[in-house]
């Protein structure tokens, strides 16, 4: 892309230099290290439950077929109506405070998925994804509003790590789930959480 890009006057560094410095600044911001950190961690404990909940439960005792456990991912619509509201409340609570709400409530709903009856396994992914998107949406908004330059920058970082955290959530989960079957999963993934509401409680001051 920097090859095909038009030339810009620039006033001293050029235009890649300057992108590679903004982005060793924004890693150096430990206000948006722990925003970073907060994105990776709540997805990869949303990716690793849903990634291994079909497993859990086209396995005994549920044993439910592939075609009804694939219905389980409508629970997403949640994300839908959850995302405004939490834009709308960050007008009024700090948005450090919606994401640690978010990630406590993520977890809940991964805990509650303890309970082997399939409505509140069903409940729980409602409250995970009630969770997650608070956080999801509130995070990039804080990032926007920390980074005092090269906001573009700092949201590119926030996707890295967003995604980087999906990477991970959609493997390690897995030898969790082949070591200690689904309790491992949730194990897994409220340690995520955990290490994400440390990273906003420690760094996003």
């Known amino acids: 892309m920097s090859r095909v890009l038009p030339e810009q006057a620039t006033s001293g560094q050029s235009g890649m230099s300057r992108a590679q410095r903004d982005m060793f600044l924004h890693l150096g911001n430990k206000k948006l290290l722990g925003a970073f950190l907060v994105g990776g961690c709540v997805f990869f ?54 994401m640690l709400a978010g990630m406590a409530i993520a977890g809940l709903g991964i805990l509650i998925s303890l309970i082997a009856v399939i409505p509140a396994i069903a409940l729980g992914t409602i409250v995970l994804c009630l969770g997650m998107f608070t956080a999801q949406s509130t995070a990039p908004a804080y990032v926007q509003a920390t980074a005092e330059t090269a906001k573009g ?29 689904w309790a491992g999963v949730v194990a897994c993934c409220i340690a995520a959480l955990v290490l994400g509401i440390l990273a906003a409680l420690r760094l996003c001051k």
């Open 153 to 181: 920058g700092a949201s590119a970082l926030y996707l890295t790590f967003y995604y980087l955290g999906a990477t991970l959530g959609s493997f390690l989960p897995g030898l969790a789930w082949q070591a200690y079957g």
């Open 45 to 98: 404990a949303f990716i690793g439950t849903f990634t291994y909940l079909p497993y859990y439960l086209t396995a005994p005792p549920f044993s439910l077929p592939q075609a009804l456990v694939s219905g389980a991912y409508v629970v997403y619509i949640a994300g839908v109506f959850t995302a405004p509201v939490a834009g709308r409340l960050s007008a009024r609570i700090p948005r450090r405070t919606l």
